[in-house]
């Protein structure tokens, strides 16, 4: 069945892949993005990409009079939100400005939702809410903690999804916690290109690769893995994104609230990342050791099972795959969408 949805922060990395697979699963789209860190290249990109033109305003999810005007404008089935800030870094020294963004505007979002009968959401969550895992591999029903203030907004965001669905269960609300995102659009056209220093480690070490940086600094040697640097589920941007076409089989009415990992269920260490991209490459890519980060923890990979057995959906892209890609993408913009 096709649907009309709406993807706020729908020009962001994530936002724009899974734009390019809802347009080629049939779906209609239009996008809401304020730019703040993202490019609205990247839509125009999309939109080469699949050959179909759909609507974008340029505009803050917490504008309740925009939202309004764009549910009355488009009979909108359901809502993709997508947009939040997301560097925990930055959450830290700017706890304010996140939980305003990022709480406040899912709330401004969800009432006016309910104000107009709009009632799927499919909520862009993180695996962060698990803070340091008892156990590996991560099942969705492993106990909940947070460490820093982007973390405590996704959390919290959970919890106002569980609150309403308990006061009103005509809602389908799912929740997607992702791992790791990397890679990039096969074609090379559309990727992930941080304004500023990185703060996720593949588009740090493709800057490497490239000479923009000197070296990747790996923090920790000392952890308790194969090689002593930590380990993360590492997933590729398009099995992401097509996650969340699969997620919206959980908007048939009385789906009520439903929570996934997505991830690949294996986890790989920072040195195997760094020697999967230097393959890509083609040359050693130079690194450095230094201390442990504060709050960095050994290991962290999905159990994404619940995904596969209720949603039909698991991860297809290997290491190479995503390692490949995201350097044909570095190559082919090297300054993201500002050349």
Request: a negative charge.
């Amino acid at each position: 069945m096709t649907e009309t949805i709406l993807v706020t922060g729908g020009a962001g990395f994530i936002g724009s892949h899974t734009v390019l697979e809802l347009l080629e699963a049939g779906h209609k789209v239009l996008v809401l993005d304020n730019y703040s860190n993202s490019h609205p290249k990247s839509l125009e990109v999309v939109k080469e990409l699949t050959g179909q033109a759909f609507p974008i305003y340029e505009g803050d999810v917490r504008d309740r009079d925009l939202l309004r005007q764009i549910f009355s404008q488009h009979n909108v089935t359901g809502v993709i939100h997508f947009a939040g800030f997301k560097a925990v870094g930055e959450s830290v020294q700017q706890p304010l400005v996140y939980y305003d963004n990022n709480v406040v505007g899912l709330l401004r979002l969800l009432d006016v939702m309910e104000e107009v009968g709009c009632k799927n959401l499919i909520f862009s969550s993180s695996a962060t809410v698990y803070g340091h895992p008892h156990k590996l591999p991560i099942r969705e029903d492993f106990p909940l903690s947070v460490t820093n203030p982007y973390g405590r907004t996704k959390l919290m965001s959970e919890e106002i999804l569980r609150d309403l669905y308990a006061k009103d269960q005509t809602w389908n609300l799912v929740i997607l916690r992702y791992f790791n995102p990397i890679g990039a659009h096969p074609s090379g056209r559309l990727g992930e290109y941080p304004q500023g220093v990185p703060t996720n480690l593949v588009p740090y070490i493709t800057q490497v690769a490239s000479g923009c940086r000197d070296h990747v600094r790996v923090f920790g040697d000392d952890y308790d893995t194969l090689d002593g640097t930590g380990v993360r589920d590492y997933i590729h941007i398009v099995d992401l994104s097509q996650g969340h076409v699969a997620a919206m089989k959980k908007w048939l009415p009385g789906s009520g609230l439903s929570l996934y990992n997505l991830g690949t269920g294996k986890g790989y260490s920072v040195l195997e990342m760094i020697q999967g991209l230097s393959q890509a490459v083609g040359h050693e890519i130079p690194y450095k050791i230094y201390k442990r980060r504060p709050g960095d923890i050994a290991s962290c990979y999905a159990d994404p099972s619940k995904a596969q057995q209720e949603l039909g959906w698991t991860a297809q892209m290997t290491l190479e795959d995503m390692c490949r890609h995201a350097w044909n993408w570095q190559c082919l913009n090297p300054k993201g969408f500002q050349d």
